[in-house]
């Protein structure tokens, strides 16, 4: 979801409250602690709290499921995915803390955006529908299973059939094309800008659910085809061979050689916890323990410096980071998180650096009325309102909660498995001829969209500044 969409906003406004941060920003006493379990327990329910307010799904007249937006309808900053992503989130929050407050409306929420095939590709959504925006839900429909989430109703599509169906849908040969030797494109409506972009994420979340639903079902088949997708994300070189720096994608009509190096910490983060259940599910296979070691390594290098989430490539500046990337922080601290249990061996590594992280997250969560607003910049030691990313605050504030609550991992379950605990219903064939990906009927184009869908196509087919000069006065 995230390139096209990245909004290069006007830095000078932000350099400006850098600036005015910098002179008189001085650090406010800390609000939360995390000293003892007990301090992370009472930190992550106020967290928690604070995160919902965010939330306006469960009001009357509202939509459940998704976080105010999306921003192309004027709705709110924060597109369909990353819905599905809060509820992963709590779905982790209830397992970690065992504070069950919020499981209705999480289950609501993700029994609400299933969509009419129940494979997460609801109709209205079908406008920034990408393989990644679905993989995200479905994402959040197998952690639930994992964790043993209370199921839904028996009428309903229960969780594991959920991810499943997801999968089946992006395993499906419509999906793939002899373009750049396989893979998954970014869109799945070849109507969408991007449908030509052949991204990591995309790739990285199909081989993500595929290694977690051979763990979970032992069904070798779904092994396979994770392997084949990592092997696929090998050889057009989206995985740096030499530095294991993960990168964003490449163009179908360059044979995807086209490499856009950005490199966002989810890509990394995605492929790190899949590789985890892939060392998991072949009983320790060295190959993979190697994979998950150079990952984690190079997420460390990159994107922790010092021990502290960094956002890289966008957060050397203020007011760069786009609503999606402002939330990739607590992903990667659950995802992480989750690595320590399927791999025990690197809970050494990894543990004090999420706690050197959440440490610095809590600490610049000063903000606000209640002193105690959570904002992006974990470093800087101070808070910064959210408002110089211009956004409401709920990525960073759920980053906050991600990274506070996945200290409590070692006193959780491991993910459970089908033989193992697991009490989701699955269904192999969930999904299947359910839509292809074929541009369904829609609603007439408005101006607007054509407006930013012109945006969206320079920004996709740019991928430097220059290109992007080169097309407004050259196209
Ligand atoms: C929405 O959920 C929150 C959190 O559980 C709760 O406090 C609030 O009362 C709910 N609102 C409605 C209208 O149900
Ligand atoms: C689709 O949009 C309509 C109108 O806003 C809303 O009532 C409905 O709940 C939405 N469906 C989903 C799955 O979001
Ligand atoms: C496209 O790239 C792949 C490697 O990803 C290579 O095997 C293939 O030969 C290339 N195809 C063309 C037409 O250059
Ligand atoms: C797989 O995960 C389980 C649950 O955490 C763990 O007990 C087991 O040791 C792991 N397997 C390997 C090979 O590390
Ligand atoms: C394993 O998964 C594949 C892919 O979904 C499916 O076709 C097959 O029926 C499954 N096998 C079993 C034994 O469930």
Not at 103 to 128: K, R
């Amino acid at each position: 979801m995230v390139f096209a969409r990245s909004r290069h906003a006007a830095p000078a406004v932000a350099g400006v409250a850098l600036l005015a941060t910098q002179l008189f920003g001085v650090a406010e006493a800390a609000y939360y602690s995390i000293e003892t379990r007990e301090d992370i327990l009472e930190s992550s329910r106020t967290l928690a709290y604070d995160m919902m307010l965010f939330y306006d799904g469960n009001q009357t007249g509202m939509t459940p499921g998704i976080l105010p937006g999306p921003p192309t309808e004027f709705k709110g900053d924060y597109y369909w995915w990353e819905g599905g992503a809060m509820m992963g989130t709590y779905i982790d929050y209830w397992h970690l803390t065992g504070d069950a407050s919020y499981n209705h409306v999480i289950m609501e929420g993700m029994l609400h955006q299933t969509g009419d095939n129940n494979d997460y590709q609801p109709f209205n959504h079908t406008a920034s529908l990408g393989n990644d925006d679905q993989g995200f839900w479905g994402m959040s429909a197998m952690l639930a299973a994992e964790n043993r989430f209370p199921n839904p109703p028996e009428d309903r599509p229960q969780w594991l059939a959920l991810a499943q169906a997801v999968w089946n849908t992006q395993n499906d040969p419509n999906r793939h094309d002899d373009f750049c030797n396989g893979g998954l494109r970014w869109q799945i409506p070849f109507s969408n800008n991007g449908y030509n972009y052949k991204n990591t994420i995309a790739n990285a979340i199909f081989f993500n659910m595929g290694a977690r639903l051979a763990r979970y079902t032992d069904n070798s088949t779904y092994a396979e085809v994770a392997e084949r997708t990592w092997d696929w994300l090998w050889g057009v070189e989206y995985i740096d061979h030499e530095t294991w720096e993960v990168y964003d994608g490449g163009h179908v009509e360059h044979n995807c050689t086209d490499i856009n190096t950005l490199t966002f910490s989810y890509n990394a983060g995605v492929l790190a916890q899949g590789a985890a259940h892939m060392y998991n599910y072949t009983g320790g296979e060295q190959k993979w323990a190697d994979r998950l070691d150079n990952l984690v390594e190079s997420i460390f290098n990159t994107f922790f410096p010092n021990d502290i989430a960094f956002e890289a490539d966008c957060e050397t500046a203020q007011g760069h980071c786009s609503p999606d990337m402002l939330s990739f922080k607590g992903y990667v601290h659950r995802w992480l998180a989750q690595v320590t249990q399927l791999a025990p061996y690197t809970a050494e590594r990894i543990r004090p650096v999420l706690r050197t992280s959440a440490e610095a997250a809590v600490n610049q969560c000063t903000g606000g009325a209640t002193g105690r607003v959570c904002g992006f910049y974990w470093s800087g030691g101070v808070f910064v309102d959210p408002a110089v990313d211009a956004t409401s605050g709920a990525g960073e504030a759920m980053d906050v909660l991600a990274a506070v609550s996945s200290l409590l991992i070692d006193w959780a379950p491991a993910p459970a498995t089908a033989a193992n605990g697991g009490i989701s219903r699955g269904d192999a064939n969930a999904g299947i001829n359910g839509w292809d990906g074929r541009p369904p009927e829609r609603a007439p184009i408005t101006t607007g969209d054509r407006a930013g869908a012109a945006i969206l196509t320079i920004l996709v087919l740019g991928g430097t500044l220059w290109t992007f000069v080169w097309m407004t006065y050259f196209d």
